[in-house]
């Protein structure tokens, strides 16, 4: 009697935060897709300290390069983003993220993954030309003093002929390496 009564609270206790988590998750979802419209909107307008206070101040950014990056207050996220918008946009916005999919981590913590497709060329200061390309990022947001805020980003370029257009699906079934082929 007493390990069915145990068992009984356990369950009860797991469906209770459960719900509570879920509840949580299902309340935010609209807000975290805010929180991503307002960066979209800074990124466009290139607006470095708008940018830095959607951000914790612990920040972390993998860039498309694959170098990573710490910052560990909003000015210096600031610093970070105006640099990047002056010598690396030149001045030239960067295109829209649309948000493909969210994720819950646990109701303090979510990844959102975004898309954008860079329909021009890029022209570095070498003269290297950088095809039209699309980018798939990865968000981790947190609640942070009760309001959700980016806190790590990593850029994902995906590079012709790979690169998935406008429209198309994201997810895809990949063919098998060629060395795992049957002969």
Do not use: C
């Amino acid at each position: 009697m007493e390990r069915r009564l145990i068992t009984q609270l356990t369950l009860a206790t797991f469906w209770v935060l459960t719900s509570v988590a879920f509840s949580q998750s299902a309340g935010d979802r609209q807000t975290i897709r805010d929180l991503i419209e307002h960066w979209n909107a800074a990124y466009i307008a290139l607006d470095a300290k708008k940018l830095a206070a959607l951000n914790t101040p612990e920040f972390d950014i993998v860039n498309r390069l694959g170098q990573w990056t710490h910052k560990s207050s909003i000015a210096d996220q600031e610093k970070m983003w105006d640099w990047t918008f002056k010598f690396i946009y030149k001045g030239r916005p960067g295109p829209k993220h649309t948000i493909e999919k969210i994720r819950f981590q646990s109701p303090t913590v979510a990844t959102v993954l975004t898309r954008a497709y860079w329909k021009d060329f890029i022209t570095l200061d070498d003269a290297t030309k950088i095809p039209p390309h699309g980018e798939v990022d990865s968000f981790t947001v947190v609640r942070h003093h009760g309001k959700w805020k980016v806190s790590w980003l990593d850029i994902h370029n995906q590079m012709p002929p790979f690169d998935v257009k406008p429209g198309q699906a994201l997810e895809t079934d990949l063919p098998p390496p060629k060395a795992s082929e049957p002969k």
